[in-house]
């Protein structure tokens, strides 16, 4: 592929007001944005010199996520994908995730750390998929951190609070580490979280939270690494903004000889970009979607994806 770069990107981040995501309200931001933040988006391609005719095809996010939301971003696509005549390509979140992670970091055949408010997967490249290697039984990360924050009285979005209260702690408090066979689970993690701040200060209870959470989730890339025998990690995700899972992941892979990689901080949570780029290298491999069959799936798995777009041998 010849170069490849982010001509423009235009982004509308819907914020609840109170609690946490409300799916509904959230369907109804993306309907109401999704006219003006397009026509900024192709306003702004405009002034590069790109002009709606020199798009070659609409990438979209067929899941996973909220079914409403999807369907909402869906349907602004096909009609995109229509107006101009040009294919529509479905893409899966989570691969998405992990291709710019690829493109805009040197890591070529990563191990994939992936939370964020709804997932939290590990996965790795084996024979034309991209395998799941370990998941949450539950809630994703992020949600479980916006629970427990919600509990402590903090507002939406909690990991950064949770994380900002972890660095004034003093004492450690034990909880539940829950990890079987490579799945992890946290609502009962975040519960007993919420059930400590009764005994402990909340720095103390939001650093004893996140060093049960993270080491979780670094144990089970750990040993995903070791079973694979790749030497690469990879970052993905909002959660992955956290410095304390970043700085534990580079300690494990330093003790393995393995080399870690994080993204920039707008490649590393939902973006655009993300979806439009491998969009393009499904493009380029001949995926596209015919309209009737371009139905959202909101428990679409990454491993149900045939990567055809990597073609040599691993
Ligand atoms: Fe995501």
Known sequence: MDEVDVIAEVTETYRPK????????????????????????????????????????VAFSQGPGLGACLRTVAT????????????????????????????????SDPVVLYVSGANSQVLAYRAGRYRVFGETLDIGVGNALDKFARNAGLKHPGGP???????????????????????????????????ALAKASI???????????????????????????????????????????????DIMCDDRGASFYVPERRFMGDNGSMIAYLGLLMFNAGITIPIESSHVNPNFRPDDVDVTWITDER
């Not at 609690?19 to 509904?24: C, L, T, Y």
């Not at 959230?26 to 709606?52: K, N, W, Y």
């Not at 959470?213 to 903004?241: C, Q």
């Open 18 to 57: 109170t609690g946490g995501i409300h799916p509904r309200e959230a369907a109804q931001h993306h309907a109401m944005f999704a006219a003006p933040v397009l026509g900024d988006l192709l306003a702004e391609a405009r002034t590069h010199g790109i002009e709606p005719a020199d798009i070659d095809a």
């Open 161 to 195: 609070k949770v994380e900002a209260y972890a660095r004034d702690a003093t004492g450690y408090v034990e909880m539940p580490y829950v990890v079987k066979g490579m799945d992890f689970s946290f609502s009962g993690l975040s519960t007993a979280a919420s059930d």
């Open 203 to 249: 720095e103390d209870v939001c650093y004893s939270f996140q060093e049960h959470v993270f080491a979780m989730l670094v144990e089970v890339t750990e040993r995903a690494l070791a079973h694979t025998g790749k030497d690469e990690v990879l970052l993905a995700g909002g959660v992955g903004a956290n410095m304390r899972l970043r700085e534990m992941l």
């Open 76 to 107: 602004a696509s096909r009609m995109m994908a229509l107006s101009l005549d040009v294919p529509l390509v479905g893409v899966n979140h989570c691969i998405a995730h992990i291709e710019v992670g690829r493109w805009k970091t040197p890591a």
